[in-house]
């Protein structure tokens, strides 16, 4: 199932706005992080985005959010798509005190590593990230594994073709991943688990209904 996300305008955020929220560190803590990911308490108003439970996902021009969902709208894979390079979203649950990406990292380098593939960690914008040549049917693809430590969540993004050796090409993908939204919810959970992600229902009745029609194949582009 594929959202087609379209408006005027990007209005994409500096890259240097985390440099200026460290470096000014009492006036961010003031007025809130100047970009995302941001937990659902801090993030700012007037912001179109996909609801899809745990996570929002903002509206970025030319940015496609392609969903895996089961027939009861659960959903199991988040992928946002801008021309040859794609973006894999997922969030989990953290405790509260020590944030779980220093882990999740080394385990995910382990499991490459364990695959014959070798991974090259390499400092960026969120901090440390990983980059690795993995083969696919298609062919070798490179990825870059990136996360973000939040209030009790952890984001992690697989960037994929062009955005994934060049992280100035990410651009549109970039700025949806500094505009998302977790909602973690009050909800105990354990630590690493999978936070949930349901279609929204309008959107999960129309596929229904598409389903119930017999159409063949995936269904066509829903404009949310």
């Known amino acids: 199932m594929i959202f087609s996300r379209k408006r005027a305008g990007g209005g994409r955020q500096g890259r240097d706005e985390r440099a200026t929220e460290v470096l000014d560190g009492h006036d961010a803590e003031a007025s809130g992080p100047e970009r ?10 007037g912001v179109q985005r996909l609801d899809l439970g745990s ?15 089961d027939p ?4 199991q894979q988040v992928v946002l798509v801008y021309g040859e390079s794609a973006l894999q979203l997922g969030v989990f649950a953290a405790p509260r005190s020590d944030g779980i990406w220093d882990e999740v990292r080394e ?18 914008e969120y901090g440390p990230e990983l980059r690795a040549r993995v083969r696919t049917p298609d062919g070798l693809t490179d ?29 549109p993908l970039a700025e949806c991943l500094d505009g998302l939204v977790v909602d973690r919810g ?3 959970k354990p630590v690493r688990e999978p936070l949930p992600l349901r279609l929204p229902r309008e959107v999960a009745e129309q596929a ?9 194949g995936a269904p066509g582009p829903i404009e949310a």
């Open 72 to 75: 009861e709208g659960v959903i």
């Open 186 to 188: 009050q909800e105990a």
């Open 107 to 124: 385990e995910i380098r382990q499991s490459l590593f364990n695959d014959g593939v070798a991974a090259q960690e390499v400092q960026g």
């Open 143 to 171: 990825l870059r594994f990136v996360g973000v430590d939040g209030p009790r969540w952890m984001v992690r993004g697989v960037f994929q073709g062009a955005a994934a050796t060049d992280p100035a090409a990410a651009g």
């Open 55 to 69: 996570l929002q996902i903002p509206a970025v021009a030319d940015v496609e959010v392609r969903v895996q969902a």
């Open 208 to 216: 229904g209904e598409q389903a119930g029609e017999g159409a063949p």
């Open 36 to 45: 995302g990911p941001y937990d659902v308490a801090e993030a700012p108003d």
